[in-house]
């Protein structure tokens, strides 16, 4: 990853840190020696990604790490990949323009790395549509849309502006008691970021993909655990359900992690986290994700959902 996008990548999550108020600093981490994680993030490595609903943490990926990771590895823009429903009024169960909201938001970012601006343009007034059914503040998107128009050919600060966008409307629905709608948006994100990175490890046989894939047991753990939370009166069982189901499979994975004490470095405000990872993802394990998670995400961007 080179200096720039590891500028753009820290910038993102710190953004995201200081909205949600869940990060601890604003260091970054270097890429040297090849024990190092090849991605930058803040000192502390889980901020952008903790969620807090009730009096529990769960640790998540943004989207958008995704579609670094896709770019980064050699992907191209298949926009086929995105959901293809325009019209999002048919989306009419709060569930249902929740989980779709997510889902729009990773296509949202996925354009965005891609320089698809004006599809991103599209893609962020269908959010904001689904926001507005939600109960998010217009004022939210309507603020966002204005500066977007003014920055279209400023890829940087464009996503900078989404990742402000995602925490505004989080913290907007926390501090209205939706924290159920809340997590049923991130549900639907990391959806489609598994849909994106498992559909494009069948045209790319890179390892950094199918290790991506792989790292999301732990990622499943805790989400699983985010929508047990926010299931108090049993409407998201059937979400429950099918992430189990999926966890049977990743079950299957052989994900270990070794945490190794990561070096500071003052004079630069830079940490190296030079934990290790690894991940034995069989071909035949990698299509049962495949095939599960494309029925999952399937089922959500279906109209009837």
């Not at 004022?139 to 966008?165: C, P």
């Not at 939370?229 to 499979?249: A, M, P, R, W, Y």
């Not at 470095?265 to 990698?286: F, G, P, Q, R």
Request: with cysteine; proline share 3%; glycine share 8%.
């Amino acid at each position: 990853m080179n200096l720039s996008r590891i500028s753009l990548f820290v910038a993102v999550s710190l953004t995201l840190s200081a909205l949600t108020g869940c990060g601890d600093g604003g260091d970054s981490k270097d890429t040297e020696g090849p024990d190092s994680q090849a991605t930058a993030e803040p000192k502390n490595p889980n901020a952008a990604g903790l969620i807090k609903v009730g009096d529990k943490l769960f640790n998540l990926p943004s989207p958008l790490e995704t579609a670094f990771l896709i770019e980064e590895v050699g992907g191209h823009f298949t926009e086929n990949l995105m959901n293809g429903e325009v019209d999002a009024t048919k989306y009419t169960t709060k569930n249902a323009q929740a989980m779709n909201l997510g889902i729009y938001g990773a296509d949202l970012g996925y354009s965005l790395i891609y320089g698809q601006s004006q599809k991103a343009f599209t893609l962020l007034a269908t959010c904001k549509k689904l926001g507005q059914g939600l109960g998010i503040n217009p004022s939210i998107y309507t603020s966002m849309m204005k500066r977007f128009e003014g920055n279209m050919e400023n890829r940087d600060s464009l996503l900078i502006m989404i990742a402000q966008m995602n925490s505004l409307s989080d913290e907007y629905l926390k501090e209205n008691e939706s924290e159920d709608v809340s997590s049923l948006i991130l549900y639907g994100g990391w959806v489609e970021s598994l849909y994106f990175t498992t559909n494009l490890t069948k045209q790319l046989d890179d390892p950094k993909l199918r290790s991506r894939v792989g790292e999301q047991k732990n990622s499943l753990e805790n989400l699983i655990g985010l929508m047990q939370q926010s299931n108090s009166t049993g409407q998201l069982d059937n979400v429950v359900t099918e992430l189990q189901s999926l966890q049977t499979i990743f079950n299957k994975v052989e994900y270990n992690y070794e945490w190794v004490e990561p070096e500071t470095k003052a004079d630069k405000s830079l940490t190296i986290i030079k934990s290790k990872s690894t991940v034995n993802l069989s071909e035949e394990v990698l299509k049962e994700i495949t095939d599960k998670i494309t029925e999952i995400r399937n089922n959500l961007i279906a109209t009837t959902a």
